[in-house]
Nanobody, 120 residues
Framework: VQLQASGGGLVQPGGSLRLSCAASGTAGFRIASMGWYRQAPGKQRELVATITRGGLTNLGDSVKGRFTISSDNAKNTVYLQMNSLKPVDTAVYYC??????????????WGQGTLVTVSS
């Protein structure tokens, strides 16, 4: 499974960005959920948002009310709409896909990350 994230960049405080992440090579991998995590310099990776195949979402406390996660199951793609961005949102954003890989069991696949920088 390959996860290709895009949409990162430099944005001013208060601005918006939309991240996308498309999963490919998913034959034999039944996706249960996709999501976004982020890691700022010197900090641990933290949950941003996840969405199940059925559309149930979970957002980290620090982004509730500002970020929205959505998905297109037919395209195996997950989106993260980020509004009212703050400098503390600066991080590398990683997408993942959690699912069942045939007889090998449940596993999490990670993308390469996309950098979001919020600065004036």
């Amino acid at each position: 499974v390959q996860l290709q994230a895009s949409g990162g960049g430099l944005v001013q405080p208060g601005g918006s960005l939309r991240l996308s992440c498309a999963a490919s090579g998913t034959a034999g991998f039944r996706i249960a959920s996709m999501g976004w995590y982020r890691q700022a310099p010197g900090k641990q990776r933290e949950l941003v948002a996840t969405i199940t195949r059925g559309g149930l979402t979970n957002l980290g406390d620090s982004v509730k009310g500002r970020f929205t996660i959505s998905s297109d199951n037919a395209k195996n793609t997950v989106y993260l709409q980020m509004n009212s961005l703050k400098p503390v949102d600066t991080a590398v954003y990683y997408c993942n896909a959690y699912g069942l890989w045939g007889p090998m069991g449940w596993s999490t696949q990670w993308g390469q990350g996309t950098l979001v920088t919020v600065s004036s």
